[in-house]
């Protein structure tokens, strides 16, 4: 296995990374999360990895936080996503909104990203939806991220503010910045508020 890379950056393209290593040029795929915290190219680069081994190809995918790969890893340990739909959604979705998204039941906020329908789409949300909480993911993602996992409040005030029209984004966004501690009202109040004086 080739838990990770680092070496110099030698090409950047949509989905695709090229970094030297003592004179091996890496092919890595990666998602376009990944790629806007790259630095530019001829630099040090330090990305986390998975080798995926197919009967006809051996795939490298690169990330650049623990968290991302965390959650590249349980995509596509669900049945009918591949490597690819994973790149998509994470390129879409950052491992935090990723969580927001399962812990919140938001389905049809994964069939934003390309080729993803609305029965794989639930697929991931109900096999995702016990792992969200588990520690492992809350730790993954924490390494590579500011803001936690959602509690279960933020994630019910998150679901009633879509509800209510608001985008995943908008309502995922403005609950993060509150207290973990004011109640599922008082996060809905606070963001109802908040959103509509923008």
Same mark, same amino acid.
């Given at each position: ?97 990723? @969580?927001? $998204?399962?812990? &919140?039941?938001? +389905?049809? /906020?994964?069939?934003?990203? %390309?080729?993803? =329908? ?28 500011? @803001?936690? $996992?959602?509690? &279960?409040?933020? +994630?019910? /005030?998150?679901?009633?503010? %879509?509800?209510? =029209? ?33």
């Amino acid at each position: 296995m080739i838990y990770s890379v680092n070496g110099k950056l030698m090409l950047i393209e949509p989905n695709f990374v090229v970094v030297e290593t003592n004179g091996i040029g890496y092919g890595i795929k990666t998602t376009m999360n990944t790629i806007s915290q790259l630095p530019r190219e001829d630099k040090e680069v330090f990305l986390y990895t998975y080798l995926n081994v197919r009967e006809d190809a051996m795939e490298l995918f690169g990330f650049a936080t623990k968290g991302e790969l965390e959650c590249f890893k349980l995509l596509i340990n669900i049945n009918g996503v591949g490597p690819k739909a994973a790149l998509t959604i994470l390129s879409d979705n950052t491992p935090e909104q990723l @969580s927001l $998204i399962i812990a &919140s039941s938001d +389905a049809k /906020a994964l069939t934003r990203s %390309v080729g993803i =329908g609305i029965k794989t789409a639930q697929r991931i949300v109900l096999e995702l939806k016990d792992k969200v909480t588990n520690q492992q993911i809350k730790d993954s993602v924490g390494a590579g991220a500011s @803001s936690p $996992i959602p509690n &279960s409040k933020s +994630a019910e /005030a998150i679901s009633a503010l %879509v509800a209510l =029209g608001y985008s995943q984004s908008e309502a995922s966004g403005f609950i993060a910045t509150l207290s973990g501690d004011l109640s599922v009202e008082e996060m809905i109040k606070s963001a109802l508020k908040g959103l509509s004086s923008k």
